[in-house]
C-alpha cells in the first residue's frame, strides 16, 4: 500500500459543494464569505495578494445573469504544513429582486447559486528538506513523514477538515440551512421564522 503523505505535492483533502435556489444577495454572500477568509488567516485584508483569479459575468438577452468566481487562497499552518482552499461560485439565473427587510426595501437577486469548496494541504512547501544533506536521504524522509511526524501531519489535516466544516457551517447559516456544526456569520439575511 502506498503512503499517503509525500513531500512538495498538494493532497486533495475535503471537497464538497453547496447548492441554494431561492432569493439572496449575491453580493453579500460574497462579501461574507470574503470575510471569514480573513478572520481565519487564509488572506488578509491589506495584501497584496489577491485571491480572485477568475471573474466572469454573462448577461443573457432577458436580462439573466450568470457569474464564475473562482477563489484561490492558502495559509501556512506550521514551517512543514500549507493548507490551500478552492472556493468557485456559480451562480445562474440570477435576477434583481425587491425584498422588505425589517420595514425597508432591499435590493437583492433572485436565482440558484453553488458554491464548491476544495481543501488540500501540502508537506514541505519550501523545500526545506532538499537544503538538508540529512533529509535529502529518500528512506530517511520516507520514515520521518510516515513514522515520526505522522501525528503531527494527521492533526494538521483534521485541522483542515474543521476549518472546511466551519466553512460550509458559515455558508449553510447565511441560507438558513441546517447544519452540524454553529458558525457565527454576523445577522442572517432573512428574519428568522415567526419573529
Keep these: 500500500m502506498a503512503d499517503k503523505w509525500v513531500l512538495h505535492k498538494k493532497i486533495k483533502i475535503r471537497s464538497f459543494s453547496l447548492n441554494y435556489k431561492h432569493v ?35 448577461i443573457s438577452g432577458n436580462g439573466m ?18 493548507f490551500y482552499l478552492n472556493v468557485d461560485f456559480h451562480g445562474l439565473g440570477l435576477t434583481s429582486a425587491e425584498i422588505i427587510h425589517e420595514g425597508s426595501k432591499v435590493k437583492t437577486n433572485k436565482g440558484e447559486v453553488e458554491v464548491f469548496i476544495t481543501a488540500h494541504m501540502e508537506l514541505d512547501p519550501d523545500k526545506n528538506w532538499e537544503k538538508s544533506w540529512l533529509l535529502k536521504n529518500e528512506w530517511l524522509r520516507h520514515f520521518y513523514i510516515n513514522r515520526i511526524y505522522k501525528q503531527k501531519i494527521d492533526e494538521a489535516e483534521q485541522q483542515l477538515i474543521k476549518d472546511t466544516t466551519r466553512l460550509l457551517g458559515a455558508i449553510k447559516q447565511y441560507f438558513q440551512l441546517e447544519s452540524f456544526l454553529p458558525e457565527y456569520a454576523e445577522r442572517p439575511f432573512h428574519p428568522a421564522k415567526g419573529v
Design 24 to 58: 439572496f444577495s449575491f453580493e453579500y454572500l460574497y462579501k461574507r464569505l470574503h470575510e471569514w477568509l480573513i478572520d481565519e488567516g487564509y488572506t488578509d485584508s491589506g495584501s497584496d495578494k489577491w485571491i480572485e483569479k477568475f471573474y466572469l459575468e454573462r
Design 65 to 82: 445573469k450568470q457569474v464564475w468566481v473562482w477563489w484561490r487562497t492558502d495559509k501556512k499552518f506550521t514551517h512543514f504544513v500549507k
